[in-house]
């Protein structure tokens, strides 16, 4: 290489890496080399939100016959599985992560995997509170190397209560898959539905808002030192066991 073109390439190589970068750069936070940004947005997904310091990153979809958008939440932290497993099942501190929580109590215990639970959601004042029976199983996916916390509304197990408004929809899969010893990748996947009338306003609290603040009160969650001395269920314990083993291609 002649001296005049090293001189060149010395003064242009920041220049080139910085063009390099963009060209692998694509819509929605993701490299062109990363397989699950690239699925994620080809599935009709678009980024809403992306929180480098908590590592979370949130879409949104408009699916057909809904009128509301659904919503996809990826998450990846430092945790030991058995904590996950205690926060899930402490239906007492629910309130304590589940965004605009007032109220949640345990209904039915149909076995240690499989729950009902009965939430009040409060609403911004001036809107009424909204209310919701949730049906919980927990699951172990060998298809999909996760563990799973899937959620759907049972609104026949108890009657309208005053004072509330029903919700109508609000089915939640919380897929979790280990990316190593100590290190899970979370994604959410879900839509809620909060029955009557609401103002155009609150559509991002519902569709955004509440999911990705729920997913971060769950991250502080695991950072209670009591959790750590949680005695598990042997049933849930097997849904957890031999966790670090759950990576894609396992």
């Known amino acids: 290489m002649s001296r005049r073109l090293t001189q060149w390439w010395k003064r242009h190589y920041g220049l080139l890496s910085l063009l390099l970068s963009c060209s692998l750069w694509v819509p929605g936070g993701a490299w062109a080399g990363d397989p699950d940004q690239n699925t994620i947005l080809a599935a009709g997904w678009h980024l809403a939100k992306d929180d480098h310091i908590h590592h979370i990153q949130a879409y949104l979809r408009q699916d057909s016959g809904k009128r509301l958008k659904s919503f996809l939440i990826e998450a990846d932290f430092s945790a030991d599985p058995s904590l996950v497993a205690a926060v899930f099942t402490d239906f007492d501190h629910y309130c304590d992560w589940i ?45 999909r190397h996760a563990v799973v916390i899937r959620t759907w509304e049972e609104q026949h197990l108890l009657p309208d209560q005053p004072h509330y408004i029903r919700m109508i929809n609000e089915e939640m899969e919380w897929i979790f898959s280990s990316r190593g010893p100590g290190k899970v990748h979370l994604e959410l996947v879900g839509y809620a539905d909060p029955g009557g009338w609401i103002p155009r306003w609150i559509d991002n609290l519902v569709q955004l808002d509440a999911p990705y603040y729920s997913v971060r009160g769950l991250l502080r969650m695991f950072k209670r030192p009591d959790y750590a001395q949680t005695v598990l269920p042997p049933d849930v314990q097997k849904l957890w066991v031999n966790f670090d083993t759950l990576t894609p291609g396992s």
Request: proline share 2%.
């Open 99 to 143: 965004y605009r929580c007032g109220e949640a109590r345990l209904l039915h215990r149909i076995s240690d995997t499989e729950y009902q639970v009965y939430i009040i959601h409060r609403a911004p004042y001036g809107i009424t509170d909204r209310d919701t029976i949730i049906h919980g199983v927990g699951f172990r996916d060998e298809k």
